[in-house]
């Protein structure tokens, strides 16, 4: 059975940073790119970034480009997102999902607030 | 950016079809694919690539479309199938979801 299991979150205040790890497990985790999505309060999905099978390449939007990084331990079957700088309006829960340019195996996420 | 518009909600009967529709800014071939969320839950993938019923997924659902305009149907409508739906793109980067439609009983 896939699962991905989503960790680190917390309270943080506004322009630190925080770390969420993602353990996955029942898949080779190496064949695939993997993904962030996060979901505000109350809100839709917004797809956070990106990370190829090797981790040479990540993609990222405007809005954390700079901010997040997207890394990944194949030997670990781990998935990380280190986040600085972080605003207000990072406040989300954050899901690892596994990419097949779709999404088809999602974590139950973990919630991020930044507040002072 | 491709930005995709779905409508905020339908109110639906059991046993009724609903058709929940997804237009995006641009061209995105069949690279669109459906997710379901329940309240309190990881969204849930239900469509892949415009068409494809993902593994587990009940016939009741199905998907069309390509180009701008897709749609994904639920033919009936069982009560478990209220949640939230949403759309996404993957044709271009930055991926992109739409705003996500409310199902809702009459």
């Known amino acids: 059975e896939v699962q991905l299991v989503e960790s680190g979150g917390g309270l943080v205040q506004p322009g630190r940073s925080l770390k969420l790890s993602c353990a996955a497990s029942g898949f080779t985790f190496s064949n695939y790119y993997m993904a962030w999505v996060r979901q505000a309060p109350k809100k839709g999905l917004e797809w956070v970034a990106t990370i190829s099978t090797s981790g040479s390449r990540t993609y990222y939007p405007d809005s954390v480009k700079g901010r997040f990084t997207i890394s990944r331990d194949n030997a670990k079957s781990s998935l990380y997102l280190q986040m600085n700088s972080l605003k207000s309006e990072d406040t989300a829960t954050y899901y690892c999902?596994?990419?097949?340019?779709?999404?088809?195996?999602w974590g139950q996420g973990a919630s991020v607030t930044v507040s002072s | 950016d491709t930005v995709l518009t779905q409508s905020p909600a339908l109110a639906v009967s059991l046993g009724q079809r609903v058709t929940i529709s997804c237009r995006a800014s641009?061209?995105?071939?069949?690279?669109m694919h459906w997710y379901q969320q329940k309240s309190g839950q990881q969204p849930k993938l239900l469509i892949y690539s415009a068409s494809n019923l993902e593994s587990g997924v009940p016939s009741r659902f199905s998907g069309s479309g390509s180009g701008t305009d897709f749609t994904l149907t639920i033919d009936p409508v069982e009560a478990d199938d209220i949640a939230n739906y949403y759309c996404?793109?993957?044709?271009?980067?930055?991926?992109?979801f739409g705003a996500g439609t409310k199902l809702e009983l009459k």
């Open positions: 996404q793109q993957s044709n271009e980067l930055p991926y992109t």
């Open positions: 999902a596994r990419l097949g340019g779709f999404m088809d195996a």
């Open positions: 641009k061209s995105v071939s069949t690279y």
